[in-house]
């Protein structure tokens, strides 16, 4: 034989246009997931910033709540006078008689205020409004006025919204936490 032989040409791995196709499609939604990915992050860092400084704003408003009273006592005193706190913003109403032997009123108004249930509880707006209608049927209801730390503490343990007409609890998570911050400070 010659210096110049002759190889038999390797066999070219044949690959199905459809394969083809498939690597690219995934190739493809694997860079359009990754980008969604970066713009979460990234929309999810920006977020974090702006509920921090939102949390940051309602600590501020309740530490000058609490040192404008403590502020108030002793210059009301000094003046010969006292210091009346502000009436509360919102009351918890909690129904503790059943439905038996109602008058059909009552229990429209009980409706109204959304207790059609025995130990269901509320939280109203405090307004002369509602304080007549809760006086016309308080010998089945029990309330008060939360502190902002029994508020904090029944819309994190026992608080839900609803979303698409489904209840939706405010648990751990993250969105449904500043949910409850946002209600909370609503509240108080």
């Known amino acids: 034989m010659s210096s110049m032989e002759v190889k038999p040409a390797e066999p070219v791995a044949v690959v199905p246009e459809s394969v083809l196709k498939k690597r690219n499609r995934d190739e493809s939604w694997a860079k359009a997931r990754a980008d969604e990915l970066r713009e979460k992050r990234t929309k999810y860092k920006k977020n974090r910033v ?7 704003q309602y600590i501020k408003e309740y530490r000058a709540q609490e040192a404008d009273l403590v502020r ?6 000094l003046k010969g006078g006292f210091s009346v706190e502000a009436e509360p913003k919102v009351m918890f109403i909690i129904r503790i008689r ?4 109602l008058h059909p009123k009552t229990k429209k ?17 405090v307004n002369k409004a509602t304080i007549t209608i809760i006086r016309r049927v308080q010998p089945y209801l029990t309330y008060g006025y939360p502190s902002l730390k029994s508020v904090k503490e029944l819309i994190y343990k026992r608080g839900h ?15 449904r936490r500043e949910g409850a911050r946002q209600i909370r400070h609503y509240l108080y």
């Open 98 to 101: 059943g439905i038996t032997h």
């Open 161 to 175: 919204g609803k979303v698409n007409k489904m209840e939706d609890p405010f648990d751990g998570q993250r969105h």
């Open 72 to 77: 108030l006592k002793p210059l009301a005193k």
């Open 50 to 56: 702006v509920i921090f400084k939102r949390a940051e």
């Open 109 to 125: 108004i009980l409706h109204l205020l959304r207790l059609s249930q025995i130990f269901n509880p509320v939280f109203l707006k």
